[in-house]
């Protein structure tokens, strides 16, 4: 276990980019996850506890009841930007 995170670490510590973008895409799937909880909470129909074809819509429909419910946009706001920040410093980590 040990020789595990000293990989870890020398591959963070040498790669920072490329683990900056796996850790903002990692952020967007938190935000992404307190979307479904949410949803799942107030019983809206067509939303799956676990990952589905589905979710690719998920954050519309949610900004879409918010307003309902009274809840804030920020994690979707927060979930597109991790992501879209993510997977371009991963691209851009990989290929440099």
Same mark, same amino acid.
């Given at each position: 276990?040990?020789?595990?995170?000293?990989?870890?670490?020398?591959?963070?510590?040498?790669?920072?980019?490329?683990?900056?973008?796996?850790? &903002?895409?990692?952020? @967007?799937?938190?935000?992404?996850?307190?979307?479904?909880?949410?949803?799942?909470? +107030?019983e809206s129909e067509a939303v799956h506890l676990f990952p589905h074809p589905a979710d690719w819509e998920l954050t519309?429909?949610? &900004?879409?009841?918010? @307003?309902?419910?009274?809840?804030?946009?920020?994690?979707?706001?927060?979930?597109? +930007?991790?992501?879209?920040?993510?997977?371009?410093?991963?691209?851009?980590?990989?290929?440099?």
């Amino acid at each position: 276990m040990l020789k595990a995170v000293d990989t870890v670490v020398f591959i963070v510590l040498h790669n920072p980019i490329p683990s900056l973008g796996l850790w &903002l895409f990692a952020a @967007s799937l938190l935000f992404t996850f307190e979307i479904k909880t949410k949803m799942v909470e +107030s019983e809206s129909e067509a939303v799956h506890l676990f990952p589905h074809p589905a979710d690719w819509e998920l954050t519309a429909h949610y &900004l879409a009841v918010r @307003s309902q419910h009274g809840w804030s946009p920020w994690p979707v706001y927060l979930s597109w +930007s991790c992501q879209a920040a993510g997977i371009f410093t991963l691209i851009l980590g990989v290929f440099s």
